[in-house]
């Protein structure tokens, strides 16, 4: 958290849920320019194991967001919070997944491009990863827009 505050990486803010809690943090996440999410705050929950840093955490979406990478519960589902080692699909390297060198500014830089740019060949959103590939002009990006604008009204609840 003192290395966030020395060093404030642009599009995201993060703080601990309750101070005496360090394993639950909560992150704003500001949708990245020029994506169809810009202008979007959308709330994110950080759950640390107790083994940190030799396991990832886990990251939810608290505030509704339509996305091909984040399931319909809002946990997202990026490599780089995947557990350590081999993937037993072998769609992953072990270098793209868990290492204890990332920190919570390396996740949320990976989330902020996870939202710029989808993985619809490793949808945890079955049905939002058809429609970004298949109708994102259409149908895809009035999702988006009602979670953008949803996520404006309910930011700061």
């Not at 072990?94 to 500014?105: A, M, S, Y």
């Not at 945890?124 to 298949?134: T, Y």
């Amino acid at each position: 958290m003192v290395k966030l505050n020395k060093n404030p990486v642009e599009g995201f803010s993060a703080g601990l849920i309750d101070d005496n809690d360090l394993y639950r943090w909560e992150v704003l996440i500001i949708g990245p320019p020029d994506t169809l999410y810009e202008g979007g705050v959308f709330k994110a929950h950080l759950t640390f194991p107790k083994d940190y840093p030799l396991r990832p955490p886990k990251m939810k979406f608290i505030t509704e967001i339509w996305h091909p990478n984040v399931d319909k519960n809002g946990d997202v589902c990026i490599s780089i919070l995947h557990e350590p080692g081999e993937d037993k699909y072998g769609y992953e390297k072990p270098e793209e997944r868990w290492l204890p060198i990332h920190t919570v500014e390396t996740i949320m830089i990976s989330v902020i491009s996870m939202l710029a740019d989808p993985n619809g060949d490793s949808p945890a959103n079955v049905d939002a990863a058809k429609e970004w590939r298949e109708d994102r002009n259409g149908e895809f990006k009035r999702k988006v827009a009602r979670c953008v604008r949803k996520s404006q009204e309910t930011a700061f609840e």
